[in-house]
């Protein structure tokens, strides 16, 4: 996913799909102008639609990607009774780490604002040019939120039906309660289930990878419209909306983390960063949790020294279910483009946006981009126009690229904290596993 078959990476015919469509966008709007009748036909009946096939494929995999993958997450954890204190640490753990990544990145963006001062009638024009590509996400999204019926909403009547009309949270709670349910039935046809919904979640993710190689041409043609429509404008908010998002990430992966690490896993923060270097090198290289795995497991067994048991379980569940970076992102996101389309978020729809944010990183897939369709899907359910996502489209590569590092990192340090105290069972002695 990385790469072409050409050996060219991915993220650099994205960085090259920015820069011409940014570039060309510029020149004509400074040159010629976003009223010119042949760049309104151009916006509207090629580069328009074309971007906006790309934002309907990743809308389309939603649903499925995301029930296979809270499904999976939570059977993994195995028999829950047997489970005791070290699930209910990991468990315990996880919510508290995302819950103060994404409080850092909504403080960062509320107090920073990275998205105020566009002109109102240039972004209602921008919705006009992709309303198409997510209306039936939009029709479908709650106009307000109310604490107590918030919570009463939570629990579908009906699964089907909540996942026919698009109300994605009502859907992954149906997920969760059904990979709980999954983890309680241990029969051959249980089993045979999870294996099915592994298969499920793996088809998935090959399909995102299949439309995240559309990313180029799309990316092209959504940068054109928006520099065509904005004009420079638009860099300076893509620029406060990095910087906003990075800072916040910086702040979480600093300060949160090193202290979770000296107060809670009795380790050295200096120490344990010098061992986990290669898994964060990994990760910020290839974007994926999934694939940055097997050199966490290396480096918590070998460089660390937890517990093999411990650290298998809780990094194998973490690189699903533990995605601080990925909750951190997708609520600066969204405040971002609410901020952007001049929409204002009352605390209570944001407080519903932090609770979605940490339930959508249980149920993210551990690749490039698996965060997207989730932004897509909080963004209407707070009443943000979907389609703004494709803003930050041309510099969500490097931002995968920060957030996956804190993703993994974040999945150390739980390990590195639940083992605390805990040893493995005595065992026969085996022969060393080959690196």
């Given at each position: 996913?990385?790469?072409?078959?050409?050996?060219?990476?991915?993220?650099?015919l994205?960085l090259m799909g920015?820069?011409?469509?940014?570039?060309?966008?510029?020149?004509?709007?400074l040159?010629?102008?976003a009223?010119?009748?042949?760049?309104?036909?151009?916006?509207?009946n090629v580069?328009?639609?074309?971007?906006?096939?790309?934002?309907?494929l990743?809308?389309?995999?939603?649903?499925?990607?995301?029930f296979?993958?809270l499904?999976?997450g939570?059977?993994e954890?195995?028999?829950?009774?047997?489970?005791?204190r070290v699930?209910?640490k990991?468990l315990?753990?996880?919510i508290?780490l995302?819950?103060?990544?994404?409080?850092?990145?909504?403080?960062?963006?509320?107090?920073?604002?990275p998205?105020d001062?566009?002109?109102?009638?240039?972004?209602?024009?921008?919705l006009v040019?992709?309303?198409?590509?997510?209306?039936?996400?939009?029709q479908n999204?709650?106009?307000n939120?109310?604490?107590g019926?918030?919570?009463?909403?939570?629990?579908?009547?009906?699964?089907?039906a909540?996942?026919a009309?698009?109300?994605?949270?009502?859907?992954?709670?149906?997920?969760?309660?059904?990979?709980?349910?999954?983890?309680m039935?241990?029969?051959?046809?249980?089993?045979?289930?999870?294996?099915?919904?592994?298969g499920?979640?793996e088809v998935?993710?090959?399909?995102?990878?299949?439309?995240?190689?559309?990313a180029?041409?799309?990316?092209?043609?959504?940068?054109?419209?928006?520099?065509?429509l904005f004009?420079?404008?638009l860099l300076?908010?893509?620029a406060?909306f990095v910087?906003?998002?990075?800072?916040a990430?910086?702040?979480?992966?600093?300060i949160?983390y090193?202290?979770?690490?000296?107060?809670?896993?009795?380790?050295?923060p200096?120490s344990?960063?010098?061992?986990?270097?290669?898994?964060?090198?990994v990760?910020?290289?290839?974007a994926?949790?999934?694939?940055?795995?097997?050199?966490?497991?290396?480096?918590?067994?070998?460089?660390?020294?937890?517990?093999?048991?411990?650290?298998?379980?809780?990094l194998?569940?973490?690189?699903?279910a533990?995605?601080n970076?990925?909750?951190?992102?997708?609520?600066?996101?969204?405040?971002?483009?609410?901020?952007?389309?001049?929409i204002?978020?009352?605390?209570?729809?944001?407080?519903m946006?932090?609770?979605?944010?940490?339930?959508?990183?249980?149920g993210?897939?551990?690749?490039?981009?698996?965060?997207?369709?989730?932004v897509a899907?909080i963004l209407?359910?707070?009443?943000?126009?979907?389609?703004?996502?494709?803003?930050?489209?041309?510099?969500?590569?490097?931002?995968?690229?920060?957030?996956?590092?804190?993703?993994?990192t974040?999945?150390?340090?739980v390990?590195?904290?639940?083992?605390?105290?805990e040893?493995?069972?005595?065992e026969?002695?085996?022969?060393?596993?080959?690196?």
């Amino acid at each position: 996913m990385a790469t072409t078959k050409k050996g060219v990476p991915l993220h650099v015919l994205m960085l090259m799909g920015f820069l011409i469509g940014l570039g060309v966008g510029l020149w004509v709007n400074l040159n010629i102008g976003a009223d010119a009748p042949w760049v309104q036909w151009v916006t509207t009946n090629v580069t328009g639609p074309l971007g906006q096939i790309f934002l309907r494929l990743l809308f389309m995999l939603v649903l499925p990607l995301l029930f296979s993958a809270l499904v999976i997450g939570v059977a993994e954890m195995g028999d829950l009774k047997s489970l005791g204190r070290v699930g209910w640490k990991t468990l315990l753990l996880t919510i508290v780490l995302s819950a103060m990544a994404v409080a850092i990145g909504l403080g960062m963006v509320n107090w920073l604002r990275p998205g105020d001062g566009v002109d109102p009638a240039l972004a209602q024009r921008l919705l006009v040019d992709g309303a198409a590509g997510a209306q039936s996400i939009i029709q479908n999204a709650p106009q307000n939120v109310q604490a107590g019926q918030f919570f009463l909403d939570l629990i579908p009547t009906n699964a089907v039906a909540a996942a026919a009309d698009n109300q994605i949270l009502q859907f992954m709670v149906f997920a969760l309660l059904f990979g709980i349910g999954l983890v309680m039935v241990r029969s051959p046809a249980s089993d045979q289930l999870q294996v099915t919904m592994t298969g499920v979640f793996e088809v998935m993710m090959k399909l995102i990878s299949l439309v995240i190689r559309l990313a180029p041409i799309a990316i092209a043609c959504l940068m054109f419209n928006l520099s065509v429509l904005f004009g420079w404008d638009l860099l300076a908010r893509l620029a406060a909306f990095v910087g906003v998002a990075v800072t916040a990430m910086a702040i979480h992966m600093f300060i949160v983390y090193p202290i979770a690490v000296w107060a809670l896993g009795g380790l050295s923060p200096f120490s344990f960063f010098a061992r986990v270097r290669e898994p964060m090198v990994v990760a910020f290289s290839t974007a994926s949790s999934n694939a940055t795995l097997p050199v966490s497991l290396r480096a918590a067994e070998t460089e660390l020294n937890l517990p093999r048991k411990i650290a298998r379980f809780v990094l194998t569940v973490g690189a699903t279910a533990n995605q601080n970076g990925t909750a951190l992102f997708e609520g600066v996101t969204v405040l971002f483009l609410a901020q952007f389309f001049g929409i204002d978020l009352t605390i209570g729809q944001q407080v519903m946006v932090m609770f979605v944010c940490i339930l959508g990183g249980i149920g993210t897939a551990g690749v490039p981009a698996g965060s997207l369709p989730v932004v897509a899907m909080i963004l209407a359910m707070v009443g943000v126009p979907a389609e703004g996502i494709g803003l930050i489209l041309g510099v969500d590569r490097f931002l995968d690229m920060c957030r996956t590092t804190l993703n993994v990192t974040g999945d150390l340090v739980v390990a590195t904290v639940v083992s605390r105290g805990e040893t493995d069972p005595v065992e026969p002695a085996r022969a060393p596993v080959a690196a």
